[in-house]
């Protein structure tokens, strides 16, 4: 059974604190992705990567930043945290591309 | 731009009866299509996919039709249970293997026991 586990399934973070989430798959799939999910807006991709250290914007990077220092682990960044970035995390990972797996996500609120 | 698109935002059937679930796309490049359920508090899980070059696949009570020319796909529950009451979400892939979904907003499905 593919595992995409995520560091915190809630989390409260100030007005321009430096956020941190975690993902990490056991499967070793080359692509990883994270996106958020908002009512109304289903998933929108922020950023994806489909190999260590390669990284590629999706469609909503501003304010985000993601790292890929090894295979398993993926990890999206919130430089200074915005209350518009209010929202549940989801992290996933694929091989082939298409199908991907999700981690059970991260709901972030900031205030 | 919302290329893909799933303009009922719930839908309420009643145990046994079929369920519908429908999702327009705009991009004619979109070279593969799927379906994911997500229940609350946890994260989507894949529920069933087609290729372009196919018009329905099957796998035990859902089935997933694809009309390239009204670009339009349609996932169909038969018979519906209260388990399958969760949020599904429609996501296409964009040709080249780039491994990226479009999703759809979403679907609430709610089964009535």
């Known amino acids: 059974d593919v595992k995409v586990t995520q560091s915190s399934r809630y989390l409260v973070k100030r007005t321009g604190e430096k956020v941190f989430l975690e993902c990490v798959q056991d499967m070793d799939h080359e692509n990883m992705f994270w996106y958020r999910q908002d009512p109304g807006l289903g998933l929108r991709l922020i950023y994806f990567s489909y190999d260590v250290k390669m990284k590629e914007k999706g469609d909503i990077p501003e304010g985000y930043s993601v790292s890929r220092e090894k295979k398993e682990r993926f990890s999206l960044i919130l430089e200074s945290a915005s209350t518009n970035q209010t929202s549940m995390y989801l992290c996933a990972s694929g091989s082939p591309p298409w199908e991907q797996y999700f981690g059970p996500g991260t709901r972030l609120t900031v205030t | 731009d919302q290329q893909v698109k799933q303009n009922s935002p719930s839908l309420s059937v009643q145990e046994g009866r079929i369920s519908i679930l429908n999702c327009d796309y705009t991009?004619?490049?979109?070279?593969?299509f799927l379906w994911y359920k997500k229940y609350p508090a946890e994260g989507p899980t894949f529920l069933i996919s087609i290729s372009s070059i196919k018009d329905k696949n099957e796998d035990g009570r859902f089935t997933v039709f694809l009309n390239k020319s009204a670009k339009h796909l349609s996932l169909h529950i038969v018979p519906s249970q209260p388990g399958d009451s969760a949020v599904y979400f429609c996501?296409?892939?964009?040709?080249?293997?780039?491994?990226?979904?479009?999703f759809g907003q979403g679907t609430t499905l709610q089964v009535k026991p």
């Open positions: 991009n004619s490049m979109f070279d593969y």
């Open positions: 996501a296409a892939s964009p040709s080249g293997n780039t491994g990226k979904l479009i």
